[in-house]
């Protein structure tokens, strides 16, 4: 190994601390030191199943996602309602993709059912070991759905995950920025390995953050090809073109992930789709609309400033008319609960709107906000940690954050919501979900 002389030494170190100060100078915002990111290996053989993760499609089916090196493994999935028992198969489909060198394994999409509610299934993918198991959302209220964005994969990510998991849920909402692989398409393999004792016994719900884009000049020109060859979601049951946004019922909950790194403007297609879901909804069936999204139409966190406010011009109408219950975010590496707000006033009528990009991500915490609070702020805090909203009935709903330094008995913030449908001042009986309704046009 090669010495290097004092002065030289020196020189290093000189020019090594003046690049981290001109670094950090270039972030306009301050973040906890960053760790390191975990690799996490394949320890299967090949034709065993690797990254397996469940996803709602419909009310009763189910989707199973995995990856094999071994590009002969069937498509198939075995399930029952006791161990190793499996007296019902599915087939379904696979593809896999290339990214520059980097080849990807099989990655299989298998739709089962349909699933009886509350129920645990056991389940085998490809006829092969090991055997995995699942719990069905219930078929009504309550139901618990915990949300974290910004998940990535460091010790940060361990601890939210392990947190998680220490108390029971129902559905894991995700609003973006899953790997952080960033082109290294390993990263994404690890990441799968990495979730899925969490992802395989509950199903995983995720949109698109800007570490999914990983566009390349020529080989990836329009992005997401990891995020959208893995993380296949119920797009097209829910009447949409793209997988970057979708929507899906699960007991009286109408979740709506939008895409922040899809076109949104007027003209759009995913305008046009978000204007024709919301008209579906039936509010006397489902009376809570909950919408996610990766870059925060609110946000006063100096990290990411204004980086959702194009999208809240072309969007936030839409959501106002239709009474969207709350609005949960991430990018910014913080947590950030809002008062009900319609276009930057606080409005009884609007979404509660909330950023929970606290999950775990390489780059730190975003630890500065601005001074003096905005009243619109209710609470702020830029600690890793996760969200759980627990849809009590058709009128309740509780919602709390909980930091991973403390138990899950700990909540450090909480809130009761109710639902906009049982509101006298912002819903009528006759209230038209049309969009194009006089009633909607008048209020506004
Ligand atoms: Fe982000």
Same mark, same amino acid.
Not at 48 to 59: F, N, R
Not at 233 to 256: D, K, R, W
């Given at each position: 190994?090669?010495?290097?002389?004092?002065?030289?030494?020196?020189?290093?170190?000189?020019?090594?601390?003046?690049?981290?100060?001109?670094?950090?100078?270039?972030?306009?915002?301050?973040?906890?030191?960053?760790?390191?990111?975990?690799?996490?290996?394949?320890?299967?053989?090949?034709?065993?199943?690797?990254?397996?993760?469940?996803?709602?499609?419909?009310?009763?089916?189910?989707?199973?996602?995995?990856?094999?090196?071994?590009?002969?493994?069937?498509?198939?999935?075995?399930?029952?309602?006791?161990?190793?028992?499996?007296?019902?198969?599915?087939?379904?489909?696979?593809?896999?993709?290339?990214?520059?060198?980097?080849?990807?394994?099989?990655?299989?999409?298998?739709?089962?059912?349909?699933?009886?509610?509350?129920?645990?299934?056991?389940?085998?993918?490809?006829?092969?070991?090991?055997?995995?198991?699942?719990?069905?959302?219930?078929?009504?209220?309550?139901?618990?759905?915990?949300?974290?964005?910004?998940?990535?994969?460091?010790?940060?990510?361990?601890?939210?995950?392990?947190?998680?998991?220490?108390?029971? $849920?129902?559905?894991?909402?995700?609003?973006?920025?899953?790997?952080?692989?960033?082109?290294?398409?390993?990263?994404?393999?690890?990441?799968?390995?990495?979730?899925?004792?969490?992802?395989?016994?509950?199903?995983?719900?995720?949109?698109?953050?800007?570490?999914?884009?990983?566009?390349?000049?020529?080989?990836?020109?329009?992005?997401?090809?990891?995020?959208?060859?893995?993380?296949?979601?119920? $797009?097209?049951?829910?009447?949409?073109?793209?997988?970057?946004?979708?929507?899906?019922?699960?007991?009286?909950?109408?979740?709506?992930?939008?895409?922040?790194?899809?076109?949104?403007?007027?003209?759009?297609?995913?305008?046009?789709?978000?204007?024709?879901?919301?008209?579906?909804?039936?509010?006397?069936?489902?009376?809570?609309?909950?919408?996610?999204?990766?870059?925060?139409?609110?946000?006063?966190?100096?990290?990411?400033?204004?980086?959702?406010?194009?999208?809240?011009?072309?969007?936030?109408?839409?959501? $106002?008319?239709?009474?969207?219950?709350?609005?949960?975010?991430?990018?910014?590496?913080?947590?950030?609960?809002?008062?009900?707000?319609?276009?930057?006033?606080?409005?009884?009528?609007?979404?509660?709107?909330?950023?929970?990009?606290?999950?775990?991500?390489?780059?730190?915490?975003?630890?500065?906000?601005?001074?003096?609070?905005?009243?619109?702020?209710?609470?702020?805090?830029?600690?890793?940690?996760?969200?759980?909203?627990?849809?009590?009935?058709?009128?309740?709903?509780?919602?709390?954050?909980?930091?991973?330094?403390?138990?899950?008995?700990?909540?450090?913030?909480?809130?009761?919501?109710?639902?906009?449908?049982?509101?006298?001042?912002?819903?009528?009986?006759?209230?038209?979900?049309?969009?194009?309704?006089?009633?909607?046009?008048?209020?506004?």
């Amino acid at each position: 190994m090669k010495k290097f002389s004092p002065r030289v030494l020196f020189v290093l170190l000189i020019t090594f601390f003046f690049l981290q100060v001109l670094l950090q100078a270039q972030d306009d915002f301050d973040r906890q030191p960053p760790r390191q990111v975990i690799f996490t290996p394949h320890d299967r053989s090949d034709s065993d199943p690797q990254q397996v993760h469940i996803s709602l499609v419909g009310k009763e089916h189910m989707r199973v996602s995995w990856i094999t090196d071994d590009k002969h493994v069937p498509s198939t999935v075995e399930y029952g309602k006791e161990p190793e028992v499996y007296n019902a198969k599915a087939t379904g489909q696979n593809t896999s993709y290339h990214y520059f060198l980097y080849s990807s394994g099989k990655i299989h999409h298998v739709t089962i059912g349909p699933l009886e509610p509350s129920t645990t299934y056991f389940y085998r993918c490809g006829g092969s070991s090991p055997e995995f198991s699942f719990k069905t959302p219930p078929p009504s209220f309550p139901i618990e759905f915990v949300v974290v964005g910004d998940l990535g994969q460091t010790e940060w990510t361990r601890s939210t995950l392990a947190h998680v998991g220490s108390k029971d $849920y129902d559905v894991f909402l995700l609003p973006g920025d899953l790997s952080y692989a960033d082109t290294l398409q390993p990263l994404w393999d690890s990441f799968g390995r990495m979730v899925e004792p969490y992802a395989s016994q509950r199903p995983w719900m995720v949109t698109e953050g800007n570490h999914e884009i990983e566009t390349l000049p020529f080989l990836s020109r329009h992005g997401f090809k990891a995020y959208n060859s893995r993380w296949l979601m119920p $797009y097209a049951e829910s009447g949409s073109t793209s997988n970057l946004y979708y929507s899906f019922q699960v007991s009286g909950t109408h979740i709506i992930m939008l895409g922040s790194y899809a076109e949104f403007e007027a003209e759009s297609d995913q305008y046009k789709w978000l204007v024709n879901d919301l008209a579906k909804v039936d509010r006397k069936k489902t009376p809570w609309i909950v919408v996610l999204l990766h870059a925060p139409w609110y946000n006063t966190n100096t990290a990411h400033q204004g980086e959702g406010e194009s999208m809240r011009k072309a969007m936030e109408d839409l959501l $106002y008319k239709s009474r969207v219950d709350v609005v949960f975010a991430g990018h910014v590496h913080a947590y950030e609960r809002f008062t009900r707000i319609f276009n930057n006033e606080a409005d009884p009528c609007g979404p509660v709107y909330v950023t929970i990009g606290d999950g775990g991500n390489r780059e730190g915490l975003a630890l500065t906000f601005k001074k003096p609070a905005s009243p619109l702020s209710l609470y702020r805090e830029p600690t890793f940690g996760h969200g759980r909203l627990r849809v009590v009935n058709e009128t309740h709903a509780h919602w709390s954050w909980h930091r991973n330094n403390d138990s899950n008995a700990v909540v450090a913030d909480e809130v009761w919501l109710q639902s906009l449908t049982t509101s006298k001042t912002c819903w009528r009986d006759d209230f038209d979900q049309n969009l194009s309704s006089p009633h909607l046009k008048d209020e506004l």
